[in-house]
Every structure is written in C-alpha cells, then in structure tokens.
C-alpha cells in the first residue's frame, strides 16, 4: 500500500521544462490530427473527381448513361460474393483490408476513363451513314432528283410527240424502281446482323445510277476538308458534272498520322487500320455486321487503350497502384486472345476476370443502347455462358455469378419489369449440357 504521506510529498508544481513538454506533446498530436483530417479529405477529393469523371463520360453520350455507374456496382457484388466462398478455386480469394477494396473499387470507377477521347456520333452510332447527323437524308434527296429527272424525262418525250400511254407507263416503272431500290438503300442503313455479297452487288448496282450537279461542291467547306480534296482533286469548274448516286470517294478517307499510333512501350498487340476514319458512303453501307467501320470499331477499342495511357501517367500511391491493372485488363480474355495486350490467364487476377464479366453483362441487359433494343435476363446469360464456352470469361466466377443470386440481385436493381424473365441457371452453369 502506497504510503499517503509519500505519496502527497511527490507531487510538486509544473515547472517550465514540463509545460515546454506538454506542449510539444500537444503539438505532435495537433499535427496528427490535421494530417488524418489532410488525408481523409484528399481521399474524399479524389474519390470525388473519379466519380466526376465517371459521370461525366456518362452524361457525354445519353446512350451510355449509366455505364459507368453499374459495372462499377455489379463487380462489387460479385467481389463480395467471391470473396464469401470458402471452398473451392475461388476460397483464397480475399481483399487484404480497406484500401485494397477501394483500390479495386477506383478501377471499377475508371475502367472506362479513356471514353473521354471517343467521339461522340462513333459511341451513338445506330446507322450504318450516320455521323453528326443520318446521311441517309442525303441520299434520299438524290432519289428524289432521280424521280424528277424521270418526270422530265416523261415531259420531254410528250413534247417530242411520244406516245402518252408509252411515257406514263415507264414513268410508273421507273418511280416504282426508284422506291424499291431506296427502300433497299435505307434497310442497308440499319445494320443487320449478317450483310451478304448478294447484297452489296445490289448495292452497288443502285450506286452506279448518275445525276448530273449543278453545283460547285467545294463550297462552303472548312479548310481542312477543303486541303483533303485539293490532295486528291484539283478545283474543276466544269459544270454540269456527272455523278454517281453512291460514292466512295478519295478525301472520304482520313488517313492515320503518327500522332494517331500509341506508344510500343505500352504493349498494345492490335490491328492499327490505316485509315482514322472512312466515310464513304457505299463503304460505310456494305457494313457486314452492325453499324461500324473497321475504323470505327477500331476507335470504339480504343478507349480502352486510352484508358491504360492515361493512368499510367498518374503518380498513384501504394494503395492505389493496382488501379490501372482493374481498370485496364476488363477487355481481355482467358484464351489470349482479348485485347489491347491479348494476356494470358496466368497473368488475369481475379478481380481483373470479376471486370470483365461486370463489363459484358451490364452491356447485354443495358437498355439505353440507340444500336440494339435490351434483351431479356435468360438471353443475356446465353450469351455470357457463349463467352465462358469460348473461353473469354473466368468459368468458375461465372457459376458464382449464377448460383450466389448476384445475376438475379443486379437485375431487380437495375433491368427493367420486363426483361426478367424465368430463368433456370442449372442450364448456363459449367459442365451442363446445353
């Protein structure tokens, strides 16, 4: 037992040394106060600008609106699913703490950043002629010059004493013809799944029909267009000029500069096209499958690429630094054969493989697409075990996806009433005959 008398006599007033220490005490803490509050704020900033930035990608074009908000969700609950399994390929899957889940969390947020250089008329294509606007009117107009040059034509017979019966009779043909062949022309314009050779000799057979122009169509251009055709063709002031009814012309081509090329240093293994965009018309409407040119779709995967240029360019802390691997690999494949860098599987983490099936399934069942109309939730599961099959998806997180309920979850959160339907997932789980 302390002695009280001791215990009384030991305690002495604070002298300067003391509160020179308190105080230099009471500054550290002050000083770690204010660098937890430092930290905790800049956090929240850059949290902030990502989904800014994802929001703004987004808004950019309304028919992708969202994208980036769902994937982002939907791989979460896959994450948190996988990492709920305790046996089985997928049972040492785990997020070591906090920072690695927003770590993987930031990738999912970023994983489409670099759809800030994708032009907008490229991401809302939903015609095989459309570019700021549908072409399509264009060329509607030339068949309304052919319809009149054909009321002329009857005109000019009947003032030459031609028979009136013979005239109106192939005049009725020829409008007849004309409106086949427009129609033609304008179902080309949709972008069916499969366009056959039969058709596009068809096509180009309307094509080869002339008109004559009257007018000078090198006005009114802005100058580099203007340069583009000078390239190719001199001015010409010989008027009537002859012409075709569909064109492929040489300045409808934008050739790739090298300001247009990524750097090797980033590994991309992709076909470059040579052209940065085509715009002939007979080129864009012989399309084979949907709406995009090989330039186009080219452009379409390069935001990918642009995505992995622009975060590796950024100085990420320790506990973000996997940010550009999540954000950067959810368009390559099991098999290799993915792009931009076509990985393999030994070098696909597991949360880059959860990416991937979050991107694919929130663009089969997304219904704010002006290119495809949503499919229901049994045809987006077809399609995604179609992946799995061809071995472009993780097999085992994708019977996780099915029988933890996340494919069920996500749809009542973000598919509407009528795109789910019944489903019966022992036919899409591994192993199953289909």
């Avoid at 409808?252 to 590994?267: T, V």
Wanted: hydrophobic share 40%.
């Amino acid at each position: 037992m302390i002695d009280p008398s001791t215990a009384v006599s030991s305690v002495r007033p604070f002298d300067s040394y003391d509160q020179e220490l308190i105080e230099a005490l009471a500054s550290l803490a002050a000083v770690c106060v204010e660098r937890t509050r430092f930290i905790e704020s800049q956090d929240q900033l850059i949290d902030s600008i990502i989904n800014l930035l994802a929001g703004a990608i987004d808004a950019k074009s309304p028919y992708t609106a969202g994208h980036c908000n769902r994937v982002p969700q939907l791989a979460v609950m896959l994450a948190e699913a996988a990492e709920a399994v305790s046996d089985g390929p997928l049972s040492d899957f785990r997020f070591d703490g906090p920072d690695a889940w927003r770590e993987f969390r930031t990738g999912a947020w970023l994983h489409d950043c670099g759809k800030v250089t994708t032009p907008e008329y490229v991401v809302d294509k939903a015609t095989k002629l459309e570019m700021n606007g549908n072409r399509i009117h264009e060329i509607r107009t030339r068949f309304e010059v052919l319809w009149r040059d054909a009321e002329i034509e009857r005109l000019q017979g009947l003032l030459a004493g031609g028979d009136p019966d013979v005239l109106d009779q192939a005049l009725k043909e020829r409008q007849q013809t004309l409106q086949e062949q427009f129609s033609f022309v304008a179902d080309c314009n949709l972008g069916a799944e499969f366009f056959d050779e039969a058709k596009a000799h068809a096509l180009r057979e309307i094509g080869a029909q002339g008109w004559m122009r009257h007018f000078d169509d090198s006005l009114g251009l802005a100058w580099e267009e203007q340069q583009r055709r000078l390239a190719h063709e001199p001015c010409s002031d010989a008027l009537p000029a002859p012409q075709q009814l569909l064109m492929d012309q040489p300045w409808h081509c934008l050739p790739r500069e090298e300001m247009d090329r990524h750097d090797p240093i980033h590994g991309f293994k992709v076909d470059v096209p040579d052209n940065l965009f085509n715009y002939g018309e007979l080129y864009n409407l012989s399309i084979t499958r949907g709406t995009l040119t090989e330039e186009e779709r080219y452009k379409i995967n390069d935001h990918i690429m642009q995505t992995i240029v622009m975060l590796d360019s950024l100085p990420f802390p320790a506990g973000l630094a996997r940010v550009p691997e999540y954000a950067g690999t959810h368009h390559e494949a099991l098999n290799g054969k993915g792009y931009p860098r076509r990985l393999a599987a030994d070098r696909l983490s597991v949360p880059s493989r959860i990416m991937a099936i979050a991107d694919i399934f929130e663009a089969l069942t997304a219904s704010d697409r002006p290119y495809k109309k949503a499919k229901p939730l049994s045809v987006s599961l077809e399609i995604l075990a179609g992946f799995r099959d061809r071995g472009h998806i993780d097999p085992d997180l994708f019977d996780l996806f099915l029988t933890s309920g996340v494919y069920l979850n996500y749809a009542e959160q973000f598919l509407k009433p009528d795109q789910i339907d019944s489903v019966d997932i022992k036919l899409f789980l591994s192993g199953q005959p289909r």
